[in-house]
């Protein structure tokens, strides 16, 4: 467990560091990717959205034809 642990932090400081560069990188797509995450991790197949279309999710979906 303590060998687990070591490495878990030691992947959560490599996966800390790349976010940083990325932010760092290009804000705006770091912010957007971020939030595309968030909302892998909380819906699925049963989940409805319900989004303003002045919101950038939407018009960004809106650009996938």
């Known amino acids: ?3 687990a642990a070591i490495i878990r932090a030691q992947a959560e400081g490599a996966a ?13 797509f770091y912010k ?3 939030s595309l995450q ?12 319900v989004i303003s279309p002045d ?3 939407f018009r960004y979906l ?3 034809k």
Not at 16 to 28: K, N, T, W
Not at 38 to 49: F, I, R, S, Y
Request: aromatic fraction near 14%.
């Open 16 to 28: 800390d560091s790349i976010y940083h560069l990325a932010y760092a990188r290009d804000p705006e």
């Open 55 to 57: 919101s950038e999710l």
């Open 38 to 49: 968030a909302l892998k991790k909380t819906m699925d197949h049963q989940t409805t959205l």
């Open 1 to 3: 467990q303590k060998q």
């Open 62 to 64: 809106k650009g996938f």
């Open 32 to 34: 957007f990717y971020r």
